[in-house]
């Protein structure tokens, strides 16, 4: 047969799908897995979806031995040591100028310290997030590759293809930067899709329990909001999800399922990022604190015994205005949301110097991945209109939005605490928000106390200079009098 040119390790879902997505846009593939019977079953489906050019190899001198050089490889394996196995594997046959590229989820630093070990040897290497789930993966991700520029000319006219096409935006891939920037990237996205999903699980809580809306309603609300601002790849699916009914049961699906999140990792990673770099990332924190809590199931009973009551006021609803209510709020505190992702990514990329362009990040999570949404159009316009814009919230277009909507959001937050549910996210996001827009905070009294206890020092607003005051011995000279 003729060589190859690219090829694919790691034959799960996701590699199994990306494999045949790049099949079907005319790039002979190779594909190796260290279990034979995925790359058995991933040639047949590829005879199956079309008779696409899918080779499938046993052994991985053979599997490398058949991409045309220079040879380019995407591994899409589980983060960490497996990683590290599979790029042992495949570099004992690979030859100076060939190039891996990483799939996977993957810490940046790893990302980093591999790519200059590859370096060394002679091989180029890229981290490459890729968003989109298994549909993504199959028919057009959102792809984010970072590390050597040298690599992503090999494959960028493979990627520009694969990956997903928005009408009036083009391919959603762009060679991100240097080093991990493409996984930090994609972990930042992940960070941003935590906080989305549990923005809208807010929602739900809200229209459910206190505005006793059904899941029929609940399918007629979500569907009725992806027409307007709040199109998105998440609110269609959470309408879906309100559709669908219990095959093995009476009811709807969605009730039957336990109210605990499972979670992979990138979330926490986003938010152990935002500590180190000094960034307020308040609701994607919550999002993350909201899963650990979902994870104390058997907790949550007992203390639900413990604490019972009703919490509700017993006011009346006016239905249709608590809809219209929670829409607003739920898109005022998303703003927040991706403001925080954004400036968690633009403080890496100025630590690092990446240069990354926040405009076109925007751009390329405008289709195939898990966020895409019409919403990210106007972070692009955004960042297009002042790249070196200090937060979303305050460009004119959003400014004016989270003016015209924080009565809304106001209320809702009012009315679920009122009501006993907990709107961990939409509070986040309100007092985020609230205390972003005041030029005077209560952390003068915080400073002071640190001041106090500790001799930190303090500025004062009236004069510059670095100030300690003994407060213990002026106190008490004061008690004395």
């Known amino acids: ?22 099949a079907e846009k005319g790039f002979p593939i190779s594909v190796y897995n260290r279990t034979t019977s995925k790359v058995d079953e991933t040639v047949q489906r590829a005879k199956a979806e079309g008779n696409l050019p ?30 590290d196995q599979t790029i042992a594997t495949l570099a004992a046959h690979l030859e100076q100028g060939d190039c891996i590229i990483d799939g996977g989820n993957e810490w940046y630093e790893n990302t980093e310290r591999r790519e200059k070990a590859m370096e060394e040897r002679g091989l180029l290497y890229l981290g490459m997030g890729v968003s989109g789930g298994e549909e ?25 293809k ?57 399918h007629q609300v979500f569907s009725e909001w992806n027409k307007g601002e709040l199109l998105s790849f998440l609110i269609e699916i ?23 999140t499972g979670m992979k990792g990138t979330g926490k990673w986003t938010v152990q990022q935002a500590a180190e770099l000094s960034v307020a990332a308040p609701t994607i924190e919550a999002s993350l604190d909201s899963r650990f809590l979902s994870g104390l199931k058997d907790e949550r009973v007992e203390a639900s015994k413990i604490f019972q009551g009703d919490y509700s006021t017993g006011l009346p609803v006016d239905k249709a205005q608590l809809i219209e209510d929670v829409r607003q709020a739920l898109y005022a505190s998303k703003i927040c949301s991706y403001a925080q992702g ?34 990210l159009d106007r972070i692009k316009k955004a960042y297009d209109r002042n790249p070196d814009l200090a937060n979303l919230l305050v460009d004119p277009e959003f400014a004016q939005e989270i003016m015209d909507r924080q009565a809304a959001w106001r209320r809702v937050v009012c009315l ?52 300690h005051t003994e407060w213990f011995k002026i106190a008490r000279n004061i008690s004395k009098n």
């Open 54 to 83: 899918v080779y499938g190899f046993h052994d991985p001198a053979s599997f490398v031995n058949s991409i045309q050089k220079p040879r380019v490889v995407i591994m899409l394996v589980k983060a960490g040591a497996p990683v």
């Open 416 to 467: 679920a605490i009122n009501n006993g549910v907990s709107t961990p996210g939409m509070s986040a996001s309100l007092a985020y928000f609230d205390s972003y827009r005041r030029d005077r905070l209560p952390a003068n009294l915080v400073q002071a106390q640190r001041d106090y206890f500790g001799a930190h020092t303090y500025e004062r607003v009236d004069m510059p200079g670095s100030f």
């Open 238 to 260: 959470t309408a879906d999800i309100f559709g669908i009914k219990d095959e093995q049961g009476d009811g709807y699906l969605v009730d039957k399922v336990l109210d605990k």
């Open 342 to 375: 954004m400036n968690i990514i633009k403080a890496k990329s100025s630590e690092k110097g990446w240069g990354l362009n926040l405009g076109e990040l925007a751009r390329i999570w405008k289709g195939g991945c898990i966020i895409r949404a019409i919403f």
């Open 136 to 160: 993504g993966a199959r028919n057009g991700p959102s792809l984010m590759p970072g590390g050597s520029f040298e690599a992503y000319k090999y494959i960028e006219d493979i990627v520009l």
């Open 1 to 22: 047969m003729a060589l190859t040119r690219i090829g694919l390790a790691g034959l799960a879902v996701m590699g199994q799908n990306l494999a045949l997505n790049i």
């Open 162 to 218: 694969v990956a997903a096409q928005v009408p009036d935006s083009g391919p959603c891939v762009t060679y991100i930067g240097k080093g991990g920037s493409g996984n930090f990237v994609k972990m930042v996205h992940n960070g941003i899709e935590y906080g989305d999903m549990q923005l809208i699980s807010e929602a739900y809580d809200v229209l459910k329990s206190v505005g006793k809306l059904t899941n029929s309603e609940l």
